[in-house]
């Protein structure tokens, strides 16, 4: 038997490292406005996972014994985890 690791059934050679260009031949316009693009949804992304929590406040304060309002509560959640995901890496540089 051996002890060495078996290999990887998914394979990262496809996946490009963040921040380089997968096709060195793109045009110029194209990748500043995909970068531009970028920027703008990480920078929208970070603000509303800051904003958020400040949403929340009243509603925990109302209580969450209302379904609508549990239902309104946990979306809101959501949306601010996804928030975070999307702009966890804006202004890094």
């Not at 970068?35 to 929590?53: C, D, E, N």
């Given at each position: 038997?051996?002890?060495?690791?078996?290999?990887?059934?998914?394979?990262?050679?496809?996946?490009?490292?963040?921040?380089?260009?997968?096709?060195?031949?793109?045009?110029?316009?194209?990748?500043?406005?995909?970068?531009?693009?970028?920027?703008?949804?990480?920078?929208?992304?970070?603000?509303?996972?800051?904003?958020?929590?400040?949403v929340?406040?009243?509603?925990?304060?109302?209580?969450?014994?209302?379904?609508?309002?549990?239902?309104?509560?946990?979306?809101?959640?959501?949306?601010?985890?996804?928030a975070?995901?999307?702009?966890?890496?804006?202004?890094?540089?």
């Amino acid at each position: 038997m051996s002890n060495s690791p078996s290999p990887s059934p998914l394979s990262n050679d496809s996946l490009s490292p963040a921040g380089s260009e997968s096709n060195q031949n793109s045009d110029p316009a194209r990748s500043r406005f995909i970068h531009s693009l970028k920027g703008s949804t990480q920078f929208l992304s970070f603000w509303i996972a800051v904003a958020l929590p400040f949403v929340h406040l009243p509603l925990l304060t109302q209580g969450l014994g209302n379904p609508r309002i549990t239902l309104v509560f946990l979306a809101l959640l959501g949306l601010n985890v996804l928030a975070l995901y999307i702009g966890r890496d804006y202004n890094q540089s």
